[in-house]
């Protein structure tokens, strides 16, 4: 089997990306397709595939310039799709998303990439990786277009409650990540709540921003948000909990059908508007490109100690690559470092903000 | 002042609707010409026009079939759209907002609407108006275009946290109010949700959805649903706390804006998709028509011994009127005294679902 530790020219800068070779509705076959697409687009990226060796070596045929910077490793072993994460975790150490990221974990590679079962991601990636320090929970962040650009929004789904702790460290890492993968230089953070007006929502989210007007992300702070806000894309990074970030996505994601099934009866409504899409078909395919799912695959789990991925389970090759170029970008920028950094300084402004005798409480 | 008390041809069916002519944007302008729309809508109902007299004597000259069904009851006072709701609650008793609601409250008008400050309409109509026996707390509800036709959302920010208990008890209200508003005969019910098994999703959720497979509307719940089942039109009827409500409403409609904004960009990219839209437009203004926000306006403060609709702020005569046309199908309906009927069912299934020594304890 080809492996790259083994070659001796000068790569100061490769890295291993770990890809779980089972997870998702067309894997393997998207998992190898995609690697050869992201290939093109990440140079010095190598890959180590974990699963059915017999299929991955016969999928890699197929891709000759893929081949030489490819890796096996090999498990009879799969997570089922709709497994329960507790299940997964408990049975599925020998799983092809398990091992791939163990992998991780033993520094073999830098990064994991899975469209497998996200429960059962997030479960083993929290149970092997472990939180980054100053991080109590992980998140599940996202990125989406709107009418100014495209946002980040986290959590998406990993934590149904969140506490104003949470919620300012998810601030934290969304505003490194939309550094880091979108290049803004000062992203806008605001909290989604069901109004802009100080005296608005839940009291953790009232706490929360408090505590965000201490830090030294208090420049970037927009304050609250509401669910309009996303779309038009008020702020860069969304802040709120995992129970109603995923709703939102959710029927962003569903009034984005809706539109389009809406759009698709408009235009076959008569022979006229028939003729007219034809005419403005090109512009339409390039709007279908801009508003392509695909371009937007790749949930990431923030606040994990490694890097990890999650496409969407239903995704192609195409889109699996993007989620490889969304991993491959985190690790490059160091993503993990920064948001040490971050919290670092962010904890050293909360305790300057308190009162001398009250600064043991304020320790993170 | 032409009054309908002192007319006396026979009209045992004409009601009479209070309307806060000071609220909204627009006011009173849109309120008097927004009636005017209604009148020919709804036949028998007569208007109580509550305001600055002299303005809206000035208005209704202007509307010659409308003055001999309108009264006006004067006052100069209006609450700010900016108030608080607790000040306006406080300060607001001689306001055109609170006396419109108090002529519900003594029997002067069946139904009032406004399209003033919505927190403070909430606050007023709940203090004055109290709430249906055996519900806890009103909700907001509205309706909006799916894939199958439409639906009914609440809570949509009444009520930021909600128990198993407000849950089913919305499940009621939203099902008698799809039937008595879109005319559906076994409206399906759906709990929104961050996934639809059975494991997901806050503790209340969960024993809402067991509360409501004991009960007389078990044959139409579907279980849960998630943010993309919206648009989708899954159910008739969607059933969320009040923070998850607003922000998935909020999400949608920005949503839908954003794709708005593409389509726009789109067809204004080239002269051939130019052209396109001049071949396509009149299939395009139906569509606009179809999903003209003024169409949805009206959002239904239900549960309150009394109805009350709150028209969107910034409406125009035309949403204005919808809004009317909303409330007065309520009252037509019986509205409230279903919502009494149907839980005195619930109410009932519950008890005996419940073993005999625990009987005490499921008293609603």
Redesign the interface.
Known sequence: MPDVSDDHRPRPTRLRIALDAMGGDHAPDMVVAGADIARERCPDVDYLFVGDEARLQALLERFPALKPISTIRHTPDAVPMDA?PSVALRTGRNSSMRLAIDAVAAGDAACVVSAGNTGALMAMAKFVLKTLPGIDRPAIASFF???RGESVMLDL?AN??CDADNLVQFAVMGSIFSKSVLGLLEPTIGL?N?GSEE?K??DSIRQAAAALRQTPLAKNFHGFI???????GTVDVIV?D???G??????????????S???R???A??I??K??????????L??KQ??DPRRYNGAMFLGLQGVCVKSHGGTDAVGFANAISVAVDLVRHGFNEKIKDELARLQAALQTAETPDSSQAAAV
Chains 1, 2 share one sequence.
Not at 247 to 253: C, F, I, N, S, Y
Not at 275 to 281: P, S, T, W
């Open positions: 329960k277009p709107t009418i789904g149904l409650e989604l069901v005296q929502g839940h509401e669910g309009t806000d996303i779309g038009a709120t995992g129970f109603t995923n709703v939102a996505l959710k029927t962003a994601e569903g009034t984005a059908k809706l539109f099934e809406f759009l009866r408009t235009f409504s008569s006229m508007s003729m007219g899409y034809l005419l403005a078909r090109g512009a339409f390039k709007l801009r508003t």
